[in-house]
């Protein structure tokens, strides 16, 4: 009998350690990744990489990724997809870039609404897309990442929008906090972290969030259960455009530019960051803290690779690596719960 308890115990405590990991392993591989790179990177006895300007260029550079990847992470626990992100930054970034020109003479607050909204609206005719015609995600984001790229071009004529306000540049130029060279805190990371809490608190403690996770379950279940599933994807795009709206405003402040090829390849970065936080690409799973820190991961090793003179073109088979790794493990554990 006590042998049979004790079996049981070691069997419920091998469950918990094998569900603190699935939980928290991530948290767990970037701390792991950190400590490297501040070894690695160790000079006359200090380490580059933990310096603060250092710590605070590697939180900026992953802030307008990290936006984008927020709302990419709604899409992909619907089980869809969102290839526009890149392109609408290049449009969104031209059309804000366009109001904030020192001829125009606006206040900073309209393009940095605009902004937003026109991903909103960019994004609902994605969702509307996928949603009513019942088009792929897939075939649907690609034709408006297309449109908006076309869009950008044909406002700008191939050509940067410059001269911005000084009041719009500091969204993405400024900090608070500015006790010195060593403590300060740049808005973009400001607006990362506020967009992350809205982000958490819609898919952790509203039925939106709720309704999003159901969609990814089981897309049948949900609608049976009195889930509204087309107006509920459409929602869904449509947030996960505002925030790339969002990302375009702070990216363009801060290049002090409206580019119509701008945002290459970021939709691409912001998938792979929130996969590799644990976001299933089979839909129904996913947290914003994993794809938080899944950004955090891939601008750390970007930074520390920099610091240690490796190769741009390895760091680029080094995130392929790792972005494919991250989907067959998700693979795997699909696989298994089944």
């Not at 995130?319 to 795997?332: F, H, R, S, W």
Request: glycine share 12%; charged share 10%.
């Amino acid at each position: 009998m006590s042998e049979t308890i004790a079996l049981d115990t070691v069997k419920s405590r091998g469950f918990s350690i094998k569900r603190f990991v699935n939980r928290y392993g991530i948290f767990l591989i970037f701390i792991g990744i950190c400590l490297l790179l501040s070894i690695l990177t160790i000079s006359d006895g200090v380490s580059i990489f933990l310096k603060f300007r250092n710590i605070v260029n590697v939180l900026r550079q992953s802030s307008v990724i990290g936006i984008i990847a927020l709302g990419v992470t709604f899409v992909i626990i619907t089980g869809g997809i969102d290839l526009s992100s890149g392109s609408l930054i290049a449009m969104v970034g031209v059309i804000a870039a366009l109001l904030a020109r020192e001829t125009v003479g606006l206040p900073m607050i309209i393009p940095a609404i605009l902004g937003p909204i026109v991903g909103l609206f960019a994004g609902s005719i994605s969702g509307t897309l996928v949603a009513k015609a019942k088009i792929p995600p897939f075939i649907a984001t690609l034709g408006m990442m297309t449109v908006a790229r076309g869009v950008g071009f044909l406002i700008t004529k191939g050509r940067p929008i410059d001269n911005l306000t000084k009041s719009f540049q500091v969204l993405g130029q400024g900090s608070i906090l500015n006790l010195g060279p060593n403590f300060f805190i740049p808005f973009p990371v400001l607006i990362f972290a506020a967009t992350a809490l809205l982000s958490y608190f819609l898919l952790s403690n509203t039925r939106f969030g709720k309704f999003t996770y159901a969609l990814g379950g089981n897309e049948q279940a949900a609608y049976i259960c009195g889930v509204n599933v087309d107006w509920q994807k459409i929602k869904v795009y449509a947030y996960a455009g505002f925030l790339t709206g969002i990302a375009s405003v702070v990216l363009t402040s801060r290049v002090s530019s409206g580019q119509p090829s701008a945002g290459i390849m970021y939709e691409l970065d912001a998938i792979a960051s929130a996969v590799i936080g644990g976001t299933s690409l089979q839909g129904g799973i996913g947290t914003i803290g994993g794809t938080v820190v899944g950004t955090l991961i891939i601008a750390a090793m970007n930074n520390g690779l920099d610091l240690l003179g490796v190769s741009s073109y390895w760091q680029q088979i080094l995130k392929g690596i790792i972005i494919v790794t991250a989907v067959i493990i998700d693979t795997m554990q699909h696989r298994s719960s089944n």
